[in-house]
């Protein structure tokens, strides 16, 4: 073996560790997150919160997916990004049901318990930012998770939107408006991140891999 294959390798070992811890990180924040989100809704009485739950939860999944793809080969990382885009687009479905069930039902979120938990959790989704910025050269499911983190981050600052406008208005249709854009939100980012999966597979068609 050469030096400079020898060397190769161990950054790719590297590489490869480095995204590993930084994906349990990220897996262990967001589930977390997930948890905080569904006990603040359900004490809320807010969609919007529980639609962040359900896409906190969905994003573990996700990640945990990565991190089972990521030492194996690039035919694996693609099919678990697809399966990552699969379950964003179905749980954003979820989040749809779950605000046309208060729309029909009806619900008193509370304004200043989604303001604190929303701008709680967008730090936290800063933090992920930062640690999955740090990766050189990402592979289809670091971005994958870069699209999350992102997408999170967007969807806190809906939230303190509309926990405002809730506490202001004493009305839900903010909360119900905020969830579904999330669920928007979530379904883009799923398509996005089944696009990428799709361009890395003509890419390794033609290169052969």
Known sequence: MSYNTGWNHKMAARQNSMERRTLWIVLALNIGLAVAFFATGAFGDSSALIANGLDNLSDSF???????????????????????????????????????????????????????????????????????????????????????????????????????????????WPDLVVGVIVAGIAAWGGIDILRDAHGEHHKAVHTGK
């Open 62 to 172: 996700v990640y945990a997916i990565s991190l089972f793809a990521l030492s194996r080969s690039d035919k694996w990382k693609r099919g678990a990004a697809n399966v990552s885009g699969g379950l964003l687009i179905l749980f954003a479905a979820g989040i749809l049901y779950d605000a046309w069930r208060r729309y029909i039902g009806g619900s008193d979120p509370l304004g200043t318990i989604m303001i604190a938990m929303a701008l709680f959790a967008a730090a936290i989704n800063a933090v992920c930012v930062w640690l999955l910025a740090k990766l050189k050269d990402p592979d289809v499911n670091i971005r994958a998770a870069n699209t999350f983190s992102y997408n999170d981050f967007a969807a806190n600052l809906g939230i303190v939107l509309a926990g405002g406008l809730v506490a202001w208005l004493g009305t839900n």
